[in-house]
């Protein structure tokens, strides 16, 4: 379902649209949890922080994405060491089974396993992990991360 798909590493010319597609996702499946930060200040930490220090993948859709009938970044994910910290799909692509070639390759780079954070709130997040063997460890009560919205630690270990 994903057939003209590429996931590639991303450049710093995919910084703008890596980020645009974690803003679409994050205002649709989060719809209850407040952002600390401006549209402006993400794209930014993408341009400054994301892309050029992290291991950032982008999934690029030939044809598709944007809106506009061209080709475009529709996915993003992002490692650092054993956290896979970022995982998003433009709303549009989700269920075509983009999520699980990002994390085959999150455990592809990652052997020895991975953790990661989502809210409490993203019950399809906690489903979707879950059926790729992720296990919760840990939730809080939010008062670690900048929403202030509480979390769940997710585990994978081969």
Same mark, same amino acid.
């Given at each position: 379902?994903?057939?003209?798909?590429?996931?590639?590493?991303?450049?710093?010319?995919?910084?703008?649209?890596?980020?645009?597609?974690?803003?679409?996702?994050?205002?649709?499946? @989060?719809?209850?949890?407040?952002?600390?930060?401006?549209?402006?200040?993400?794209?930014?930490?993408?341009?400054?922080?994301?892309?050029?220090?992290?291991?950032?993948?982008?999934?690029?859709?030939?044809? =598709?994405?944007?809106?506009?009938?061209?080709?475009?970044?529709?996915?993003?994910?992002? @490692?650092?060491?054993?956290?896979?910290?970022?995982?998003?799909?433009?709303?549009?692509?989700?269920?075509?089974?983009?999520?699980?070639?990002?994390?085959?390759?999150?455990?592809?780079?990652?052997?020895?396993? @991975?953790?990661?954070?989502?809210?409490?709130?993203?019950?399809?997040? =906690?489903?979707?992990?879950?059926? =790729?063997?992720?296990?919760?460890?840990? =939730?809080?009560?939010?008062?670690?991360?900048?929403?202030?919205?509480?979390?769940?630690?997710?585990?994978?270990?081969?």
């Amino acid at each position: 379902m994903t057939a003209g798909v590429v996931i590639r590493r991303a450049v710093a010319a995919d910084a703008g649209a890596a980020a645009d597609v974690w803003l679409r996702s994050f205002t649709a499946a @989060l719809p209850t949890v407040v952002r600390p930060r401006t549209d402006d200040d993400v794209r930014g930490y993408f341009r400054d922080v994301v892309v050029p220090l992290r291991e950032t993948w982008v999934a690029e859709a030939a044809g =598709h994405g944007g809106g506009d009938g061209r080709g475009g970044i529709v996915g993003v994910m992002v @490692l650092n060491g054993e956290l896979l910290s970022q995982l998003y799909l433009d709303p549009g692509w989700r269920g075509r089974g983009l999520g699980d070639r990002f994390v085959e390759l999150a455990k592809e780079r990652s052997p020895d396993g @991975l953790t990661l954070w989502t809210f409490q709130v993203n019950k399809p997040a =906690h489903r979707f992990y879950e059926r =790729h063997g992720f296990v919760a460890v840990e =939730h809080t009560d939010g008062s670690g991360n900048e929403e202030r919205e509480p979390d769940v630690r997710y585990v994978w270990r081969p």
